[in-house]
């Protein structure tokens, strides 16, 4: 490492964690209706929406109702995205002629943007048109971590609220989510990359000339806008095909830094909202201090192995650089290894570089925090009910040890319970290895794969891991534009999006409902050192022993067949 990419990695580390607090409060008070420094111009569109919409913000939802509002949301914006897909070639802001998707694709996509995945099994830049991406896409990346972020706040209410069947208004919720939290941080990020050169227009694509003398097509379009809400909201989906390793979504050094600060930004500033609700901060230090211990150890591993990639190009003068293929040389490794740690980690799945041309090792640090559950950060909300789940599984473990009645916040954890966490456990395994283990038992399914052993292995476990965890992003060589991956992939993802959300849900109304007993000296303390560790090992074990045969046979076998011997 070089002395630029120190400063990367401090300046990225100061960007996320100097505003979380502030942010973190800033988002508890708006959702919960309090005043904040934008009421006076929010408050009355607000009104306005609900008035519309025919909602009484007053009236609550208990879990039941809040699920099922969820639901008819989901299934509501999945309609519309898949009808705009299909007949785009029929709508306005279409300069291109772009034709409507095949009803396959057309499906996958609109169960990725729904869940809050964005998968792309095409090329933005040529298959739609930029009705479909502001109107279809847009909306989408904006509603979707509204989602998450409001089943985050009905699962806080349950921790914190004591014999209630509230959780709060789902429609509610999600329209907070969306007029305080994401729409005044795009503004301003969208700004600063126009202003580092991000086309934001409605112009035709330009013809040009090239040195070569052939012609060059050169793709414009509203991306700015697109590109801030991608990344703020955790969704990820690149205008252009190449996403952020394209110069216009991620033209300068600046909007690298800015991009991938943005990934993370609202995923630890809600470890604060947490915090706020339940009035213990030191809950939140404790989770936040996991996360950094995950986060930082996989960043490691990564950045190791790019910077000392093949030992058959040993001799080569890759000591400073590392290894560039597949990268952009205008970022460099560290730059390319960050992103790509912190985009699996963050749940986004936006690349500044291709993940299947990473060493072994690189490219199975972003396959296991998706293998993780995505809980290092995570999505917007997603990520941080990911981590409480294991928050409430290692209470439970530390009070089989101690012969104790496992307890959270001084909320109980009965049978019930913890049968809804071990359901959430079952998600990942289910859509990772079982339908892995179809696609390449299949022959047809199984030619997508473009490289022969391990490799070809970690490609599949990529796609559909990344499928199931709602990440987005892929191992660049797997052929994953078929019929049978398009429907297979949208199983996968509707399966990591409602799977997770339902018990969760369903737990956050138990939780509610109890009593909070009050702590003693006999009380396993949640806020220590010790539980870090206990719930980092957790993480580690129970969520990551798993998949450990699928990561021996696939990166594991492919980094030591690099050596003589193996």
């Not at 729409?183 to 409605?202: D, I, K």
């Not at 930004?265 to 947490?274: D, E």
């Not at 439970?396 to 040890?401: C, R």
Request: hydrophobic residues 50%.
């Amino acid at each position: 490492m070089q002395l630029h990419d120190y400063l990367l990695l401090a300046a990225f580390l100061m960007l996320v964690l100097a505003p979380a607090p502030f942010l973190g409060r800033y988002l508890h008070r708006a959702m919960e209706g309090q005043r904040t420094w934008l009421s006076p111009l929010l408050a009355p569109l607000e009104r306005a929406c609900y008035r519309a919409c025919g909602v009484d913000p007053a009236q609550e939802q208990d879990w039941r109702g809040y699920s099922l509002a969820l639901l008819v949301f989901t299934l509501i914006n999945l309609a519309v995205l898949f009808a705009v897909l299909m007949l785009q070639g029929r709508l306005p802001l279409n300069p291109q002629g772009v034709p409507g998707l095949d009803w396959t694709l057309a499906l996958n996509t609109a169960v990725s943007f729904v869940t809050n995945t964005n998968w792309q099994a095409y090329s933005g830049e040529a298959q739609l048109s930029y009705f479909s991406q502001m109107l279809g896409l847009g909306v989408q990346n904006f509603v979707s971590p509204a989602v998450g972020l409001a089943v985050l706040v009905a699962l806080c209410r349950g921790l914190a609220r004591k014999q209630s069947r509230g959780l709060g208004n789902f429609w509610v919720d999600v329209t907070r989510a969306v007029l305080y939290g994401l729409l005044p941080l795009c503004l301003p990020l969208a700004l600063l990359l126009v202003w580092q050169g991000v086309p934001q227009s409605f112009l035709d694509y330009v013809q040009v000339h090239t040195l070569a003398g052939g012609e060059q097509s050169i793709p414009l379009g509203p991306a700015a806008s697109q590109i801030a809400i991608k990344q703020l909201g955790t969704n990820g989906g690149g205008f252009f095909g190449v996403n952020s390793a394209h110069p216009f979504e991620n033209p300068t050094a600046w909007s690298n830094l800015l991009e991938v600060a943005a990934l993370i930004l609202l995923p630890a500033a809600l470890v604060f909202t947490f915090g706020h609700y339940v009035r213990d901060l030191r809950q939140s230090r404790a989770i936040l201090a996991c996360m950094l211990v995950l986060f930082l150890a996989g960043l490691a591993i990564t950045v190791a192995a790019e910077l000392r990639p093949n030992p058959a190009f040993a001799s080569l003068p890759v000591e400073q650089s590392g290894s560039l293929e597949g990268k952009e040389a205008r970022l460099g490794s560290f730059a390319s290894a960050l992103w790509a740690v912190t985009t699996t980690a963050a749940s986004n799945g936006s690349v500044n570089a291709m993940h299947d041309s990473f060493s072994a090792l690189g490219g199975m640090v972003p396959l296991f925090n998706m293998m993780l559950g995505e809980i290092v950060f995570g999505g917007v909300g997603a990520g941080l009910y990911g981590m409480l789940l294991f928050v409430l599984l290692a209470v439970f473990l530390a009070g089989l040890m101690v012969g104790r009645t496992p307890a959270y916040l001084g909320k109980s954890l009965q049978a019930r319970d913890v049968r809804l966490l071990v359901v959430t456990l079952l998600v990942m395994p289910l859509g990772v290895l079982v339908l892995a283990a179809m696609a390449v038992s299949l022959p047809g399914p199984a030619a997508a794969i473009s490289n022969p052993g391990p490799h070809g292995l970690s490609q599949v476990l990529y796609a559909y891991t990344s499928g199931t965890g709602n990440n987005g992003s892929a191992f660049a060589g797997f052929g994953a534009a078929t019929p049978y991956h398009n429907l297979m992939l949208a199983l996968a993802m509707l399966l990591g999006r409602l799977g997770y959300i339902l018990p969760v849900l369903a737990l956050a109304g138990s939780l509610a409902a109890k009593r909070a007993a009050p702590t003693d000296g006999g009380s396993f303390p949640t806020h220590g050192p010790l539980f870090v560790v206990l719930l980092t090992l957790t993480i580690l074990l129970v969520g990551g022993l798993t998949f450990l045969p699928a990561l021996a046979l696939g990166p594991l076998a492919e980094h030591l067949a690099m050596f003589p011997g193996f």
